[in-house]
């Protein structure tokens, strides 16, 4: 099972990015991202066994409880920031709330020997993929057009272990859990 642990976005705020992305789909030939795809990962976990998915689970559900936080979705960016692009983002904003919940689920998961991250978390909305060189002149000016980009805050109370599988045009995320911030020793499964 290929897993990863995600804050979903709530609905009015997927229609804002709907809304995004179908007004900059028409300026460049890229790979946009499925609205259903969109989530502010915390913890890519990549492949894990079916047997150990409990385990997994109970350490999810033994990060400590905590208070709800607000998230605020806003501005553009490029991965990687040199070069030809290969993602075109918006950036997530959570403060010292987000770091800790990312920096808590790492803690859990790699005590079950899953990798640790080697690149600081970037918390980010992943709008689309540029999987070749295509011209971004009109997105660029598009983009630029947009500034200030708000695309609006939320308040962010839970999140969810994701399998994600292959699909013929995209992956395709399925939840298995979802984990109440408030909630010690709980997770619901979905």
Known sequence: MR???AIDLPDELLLRVERLIA??????????SPIDNIHITTKFVGEWPEARL????????SIQPRRSFEVELKGFGWFPDQGPPRVLWSGVYGGDALTDLVRD????AAALGVKREIHPYMPHLTLARINNRVPL????????GMRPAVIGSFPVSRFHLYQSQPGSNASLYRKLYEYNFEKAATANIL
């Open 23 to 32: 007004a900059l789909r028409p300026e460049a030939f890229v790979k946009w």
């Open 54 to 61: 409990a385990e997994l689970n109970q350490a999810l559900i």
């Open 3 to 5: 897993l990863f642990t």
């Open 137 to 144: 002149d009109g997105l660029r000016q598009k983009l630029a």
């Open 105 to 108: 689920t790492e803690e859990s």
